[in-house]
């Protein structure tokens, strides 16, 4: 596998020791707009919980990323799309054919309703650790040991399993605009022996062969939480996402599996689900907050890029069977090596992925036995225009197409000792999908050919028809940062990442060109995309005036691996990390402004008021209008520089009443303290005098916010309450507030 030696940079999140193999680790892909949680164990996005999710501590497949918001009072989560995923792995010794004598591993996407501990049963975390090359340092200075031909953020994981293969897994991501909707995997399987935690120890030194291996990635795709949330009260599986409003399609021509939202309780007016309330859907679509009208807009799947053909089970000839393997193919199935063409089947199933489910001999359809949907045969081939390369691969089908779980399988393999398995796919995300294509699938309950809806489409709420034609009414949302738009155009991306070839927007197998067959990829990707000029280092502050003050350097202007020509920057504000952005002010590249040789530009925008929060960024781009990603995005709430000398010292609000603190806090609980020295010591008492909390302020801003926790974390009950403000100089001030809850 490729790792990519060059990168010098590696930033090790965790090594994990043999005194802490039984613990479950995770690090966030979080430097592109797609957020996504890797686990040491083979885990992606979280542990499968199927039945319902009320928050998520940490991204489960977020897109877009920093995406949770409050609406009319309640908090949500954002964006999250997936239930869960992982790997399962199935094996025979040679003489112990059959399913009865397989033997499993679990490496995530295990569950039926809540997870099953995999750690320390199936899988055996070895190591874990984060490497980001990154074009700049976090002082915004180059740096020097970036790597061009590489991603920006790369995790490592590696594991055993209770089978023998050792499990080698990198995942990696982009911030540039074309490439940020993406996150790519490569897998290594291989067989050393290690049943457990210690490398060093080989527990099959008597099983030299494994036969019959089976390879499964499953996921369980569910977009979004966010919508399901504002149209059902809950993220739950059933109703919508289990037979209902959640599609599976795949497009063959990037062999991507992908989920959609299509419909709301059988309205297919709803797809997507627009913002519930009229008067809400107008205004967010309008302005693009909350990521504008549509509450789950998100087509979310992956591509399968490369998946091993070298030890395939090679059986006698056509319509026979191997002595390595329980299977008998046909001679369709069977390529010209007579090995079974792959994949061994593209699954869809509910999301009952419990172990006891998976190894039962009488379920067929959901076990890692024989193909479970067959596979297509020429006659369906000629009646579908499918693609012939098609015939005797594996069929996508089955009867309920709005299932959430989807899966690739490979194999039925056979490996020697010191052998080693390779694949790699992408998890892409993109805003709906091509709605001119016909899927495998799509929006439709049978196993034929079908559509999905367009997001350019008749909104009706209320039986109100709010628009014929969305996206020419409204646009899209911010967080849609270039050309690269649909799930299919992000596919499409992430098989230039990771063949190095440029794939034209409309390339389809009937153009005579398989161009997106994995298997005739390199088993290594390329990663060498066209890179950007990076967004700078930015600090941002508030100044006595209440203005703000952003500066930024010119380090980037001296950066060598963009195309093109640096030409300027954009300064941009929003109120939510995921947008709706204001552009502010463009700066030409080379005009300096500062004595400090700093770029710099003042907000004073008298919009932004004071304790309000908002979002900065400043972006870079180049003559051929090539925009970075807003990699430097800064939080900042509204103040004014502290007093020289302490006087009378305001609570704002006062009185408080429920819900009237300060808008964009994502609390709805803040109070604040006004007219600060630069350090002085705020005491809280109850109207018995009680002490209630004392805060220390220390920072050259005139004001604190409070959020109404006692010392003992409790929340202030309703009443009156006396503050006091000293100074280490020994000035003193002091007042009341009222809570009225």
Aim: with cysteine.
């Amino acid at each position: 596998m490729n790792t990519k030696n060059s990168v010098k940079t590696a930033f090790i999140l965790l090594i994990i020791s043999q005194s802490l193999l039984a613990q479950r680790e995770y690090i966030v892909h979080d430097r592109g707009m797609l957020h996504e949680s890797v686990f040491n164990n083979g885990i992606l996005s979280q542990p499968l919980k199927n039945n319902g999710i009320e928050w998520s501590a940490q991204p489960m497949f977020e897109w877009p990323g920093r995406s949770n918001t409050i609406v009319e009072g309640v908090e949500y989560d954002g964006q999250h799309n997936s239930l869960g995923g992982g790997i399962h792995i199935a094996v025979n010794y040679p003489g112990s054919l059959g399913y009865n004598d397989k033997k499993f591993a679990f490496c995530g996407m295990i569950g039926d309703g809540g997870p099953e501990t995999s750690v320390g049963v199936w899988t055996f975390p070895i190591s874990f650790y984060e490497v980001r090359n990154y074009p700049l340092l976090d002082d915004g200075s180059l740096n020097p040991d970036f790597d061009p031909n590489e991603a920006e953020q790369i995790i490592y994981a590696k594991w055993a399993t209770s089978v023998g293969l050792t499990v080698q897994r990198t995942t990696r991501s982009y911030s540039y605009p074309d490439y940020d909707d993406i996150v790519l995997h490569e897998y290594e399987f291989e067989f050393t022996g290690n049943t457990d935690m210690d490398p060093t120890t080989i527990e099959m030194d008597t099983v030299d062969t494994l036969v019959d291996v089976l390879i499964y990635f499953a996921q369980s795709f569910a977009p979004s939480m966010y919508g399901y949330q504002r149209h059902y009260n809950e993220w739950k599986w059933k109703p919508g996402i289990f037979q209902g409003d959640n599609w599976a399609s795949f497009d063959p021509d990037y062999w991507l599996a992908f989920n959609m939202d299509c419909e709301t309780g059988g309205d297919f007016d709803l797809a997507g689900k627009p913002e519930p309330t009229p008067e809400l859907f107008q205004e967010f679509a309008s302005s693009g907050e909350n990521g504008g009208g549509f509450a789950s807009p998100a087509a979310v799947g992956y591509t399968m890029l490369y998946y091993d053909q070298n030890h395939l089970t090679v059986f006698d000839g056509p319509d026979s069977t191997s002595v390595n393997s329980e299977y008998g193919p046909t001679g369709q199935e069977l390529d010209d090596q007579f090995r079974l063409k792959q994949p061994y089947h593209t699954y869809l199933t509910h999301g009952w992925f419990s172990s006891a489910v998976i190894m039962a001999n009488g379920r067929p359809h959901l076990r890692m036995g024989p193909r479970a949907n067959g596979f297509y045969n020429e006659t369906e081939i000629e009646d579908w225009g499918l693609n012939p390369a098609w015939v005797g691969r594996a069929q996508f089908k089955h009867s309920n197409s709005d299932y959430p779980g989807r899966s690739f399988a490979f194999g039925p393999y056979t490996l020697s000792k010191g052998d080693t398995l390779e694949y790699s796919f992408a998890q892409v995300a993109g805003y709906g999908a091509d709605a001119t294509k016909q899927y495998w699938g799509g929006h439709q309950k049978d196993d034929l050919w079908g559509t999905v809806p367009s997001m350019n489409r008749r909104v009706v709420i209320d039986g109100q028809v709010i628009t014929e034609n969305y996206i020419d009414d409204y646009g899209y949302p911010d967080y849609v940062n270039s050309d690269v738009i649909t799930v299919n155009d992000v596919a499409r991306k992430a098989w230039e990442a990771y063949t190095g070839q440029v794939i034209p927007h409309d390339s389809t197998w009937a153009d005579g060109e398989l161009v997106c067959w994995p298997e005739n990829n390199s088993k290594d990707g390329n990663y060498a995309v066209p890179i950007p000029y990076p967004a700078p280092g930015i600090t941002v502050e508030t100044l006595d005036d209440a203005s703000v003050r952003l500066r930024w350097g010119r380090a980037v202007e001296s950066f060598t691996h963009a195309a093109g020509n640096l030409e300027k920057f954009n300064v941009y504000r929003s109120i939510h990390p995921i947008g709706p952005w204001k552009l502010l002010n463009v700066t030409v590249a080379g005009a300096i402004v500062d004595s400090l040789n700093l770029y710099e530009m003042i907000d004073d925008d008298i919009d932004f008021k004071v304790g309000d929060f908002a979002f900065y960024a400043v972006t870079s781009i180049n003559d051929l209008n090539m925009e970075s990603g807003k990699t430097n995005i800064t939080r900042i709430q509204k103040n004014i520089g502290a007093v020289a000398k302490m006087g009378k010292v305001y609570v704002v609000p006062n009185p408080f009443v429920l819900n009237s603190g300060f808008s964009g806090t994502g609390t709805e609980d803040q109070i604040g303290f006004y007219g600060l020295p630069e350090t002085c010591t705020i005491r809280i008492y109850s109207y018995a005098g009680q002490l209630i909390d004392v805060i220390n302020h220390d920072v050259p801003t005139y004001s604190e916010p409070f959020y109404q926790v006692t010392l003992n974390h409790q929340i202030m009950a309703p009443g009156v309450y006396f503050f006091v403000v000293s100074t280490p100089e020994g000035d003193e001030t002091g007042g009341k507030f009222v809570i009225i809850k």
